[in-house]
């Protein structure tokens, strides 16, 4: 139950009230629970940071309430977790009211560091050789 109720909100959140204040004041496109549907079909729900799948969110790379002709369009969302803060640290420089003009170049940069990050002793201490 709990799992329908966190899908239902996810759909339903951005035409409340509350969602609607959080989104800047703009209001959702009547498309976007479908095009939020489709866009899970083509594309692989995991955060494109982490490779998480918890506490997914479609974001906007540039902000539909400022660019209202590019809510609707792939090339311009990109899944982030709210799990590992990947959506508000890279997608908002951690704080809502701000956007990452780089967004796109800082996922990337992101993704190839914590899939490249040393995860053993040894290969901690030949990383940090550079260093001295």
């Known amino acids: 139950m709990n799992f329908f109720l966190a899908w239902l909100e996810f759909f339903i959140e951005p035409f409340t009230r ?20 489709e866009y899970a ?3 692989l729900p995991v955060c494109a940071v982490c490779g998480g799948t918890a506490q997914l969110n479609l974001h906007h790379l540039r ?5 209202p002709e590019l809510e609707l369009v792939e ?3 990109v899944w982030l977790c709210n ?5 508000i640290r890279i ?8 956007i990452n003009p780089n967004g796109k170049e800082d996922i990337a940069i992101w993704r190839d560091k914590i899939r490249n ?13 550079q260093y001295k």
Do not use: D, Y
């Open 91 to 98: 997608g908002h420089l951690s704080n809502f009211q701000s």
């Open 117 to 129: 990050r040393p995860m053993t002793s040894e290969n901690i201490k030949v990383e940090m050789k």
């Open 83 to 87: 799990a590992k803060e990947c959506h």
């Open 63 to 67: 902000p539909f309430h400022v660019f």
């Open 18 to 37: 509350e969602g609607r204040m959080r989104l800047g004041g703009a209001a959702r496109s009547s498309q976007w629970p479908a095009f939020k549907i």
């Open 75 to 77: 090339s311009n969302v």
């Open 41 to 43: 079909k083509t594309h």
